[in-house]
C-alpha cells in the first residue's frame, strides 16, 4: 500500500482541547466585538450626520432651484401668465426643507447656511400666504425670489454654484422635453 492509499495520521494535540479552543475564540471575538462597537459607535453616528447632511443639502437646494425656476424662470417664459402663475405660487411647496429640519435636525445644522436656508423657505410660505390672501401680486413675488436670490448668492450665504447646477438641470428637462413635443 502507498502513502497515497493509507489514511492520514493526524499528530495528537496535547495542548489545549477543543471546548477550550471554543470558548477562547468565543470569548476573544466577543472582546473585539465589543471594543470595537464601543470605539465605532461615535464614528458611525458621526458619519451618518455627515451623509445625511451632504444629502440634505443637495436635496433643499434642488427645491428650492425647482420653486424658483417654477416661479422666475418659467414665469417669465409665460410672460407671467396669471393663471399659469396662480397654479405654480399656489402649488410651492418646501416639503422637503421641512422634512429635513424636522426629522434629522442635527444634520441640517451641519449645513453651514443653514439659517439662510431656513429663511428661504419661511419667505417661500410667506410669499406663497401673501399671494393667497392678495396681499402681492404676481410681478411682486417674481421680483421678491429674483431680488431675494440675487442678495443670498451675492453676499455667499447661499451656495451659488449648487443652486445653479440645480437649475442647470431643470433646464436642461426642460429643453428634453421640448425637443420630445
Same mark, same amino acid.
Given at each position: 500500500?502507498?502513502?497515497?492509499?493509507?489514511?492520514?495520521?493526524?499528530?495528537?494535540?496535547h495542548?489545549m482541547?477543543?471546548?477550550?479552543?471554543?470558548?477562547?475564540?468565543?470569548?476573544?471575538g466577543?472582546a473585539?466585538g465589543?471594543?470595537s462597537?464601543?470605539?465605532?459607535?461615535?464614528?458611525?453616528?458621526?458619519?451618518?450626520?455627515?451623509?445625511t447632511a451632504?444629502?440634505?443639502r443637495?436635496?433643499?437646494?434642488?427645491?428650492?432651484?425647482?420653486?424658483y425656476?417654477?416661479?422666475v424662470?418659467l414665469g417669465?417664459?409665460?410672460?407671467l401668465?396669471?393663471?399659469?402663475? @396662480?397654479? &405654480?405660487?399656489?402649488?410651492?411647496?418646501?416639503? /422637503?426643507f421641512d +422634512?429635513?429640519? !424636522?426629522?434629522h435636525?442635527?444634520?441640517?445644522y451641519?449645513?453651514?447656511e443653514?439659517?439662510?436656508l431656513q429663511?428661504?423657505?419661511?419667505?417661500i410660505?410667506?410669499k406663497?400666504?401673501e399671494f @393667497?390672501? &392678495?396681499?402681492?401680486?404676481?410681478?411682486?413675488? /417674481?421680483?421678491g +425670489?429674483?431680488q !431675494?436670490?440675487a442678495?443670498?448668492?451675492?453676499?455667499?450665504m447661499?451656495?451659488?454654484k449648487?443652486?445653479?447646477?440645480?437649475?442647470?438641470k431643470?433646464?436642461?428637462?426642460?429643453?428634453?422635453?421640448?425637443?420630445?413635443l
Amino acid at each position: 500500500m502507498s502513502q497515497l492509499d493509507s489514511p492520514p495520521k493526524l499528530p495528537h494535540n496535547h495542548g489545549m482541547s477543543d471546548l477550550t479552543k471554543i470558548l477562547l475564540s468565543a470569548a476573544t471575538g466577543w472582546a473585539l466585538g465589543l471594543i470595537s462597537g464601543i470605539l465605532l459607535e461615535p464614528f458611525k453616528a458621526w458619519y451618518v450626520r455627515q451623509f445625511t447632511a451632504k444629502r440634505a443639502r443637495k436635496d433643499i437646494y434642488k427645491e428650492f432651484a425647482d420653486v424658483y425656476f417654477r416661479i422666475v424662470v418659467l414665469g417669465k417664459q409665460w410672460e407671467l401668465n396669471p393663471s399659469y402663475m @396662480k397654479l &405654480n405660487i399656489e402649488e410651492m411647496r418646501t416639503e /422637503v426643507f421641512d +422634512f429635513y429640519y !424636522e426629522q434629522h435636525r442635527d444634520a441640517v445644522y451641519k449645513i453651514p447656511e443653514w439659517k439662510h436656508l431656513q429663511g428661504f423657505s419661511e419667505s417661500i410660505k410667506e410669499k406663497m400666504m401673501e399671494f @393667497k390672501n &392678495n396681499n402681492a401680486s404676481i410681478a411682486e413675488i /417674481v421680483d421678491g +425670489f429674483e431680488q !431675494e436670490i440675487a442678495l443670498l448668492t451675492r453676499f455667499k450665504m447661499f451656495d451659488s454654484k449648487l443652486f445653479n447646477n440645480q437649475l442647470q438641470k431643470l433646464r436642461a428637462r426642460q429643453k428634453a422635453s421640448e425637443l420630445t413635443l
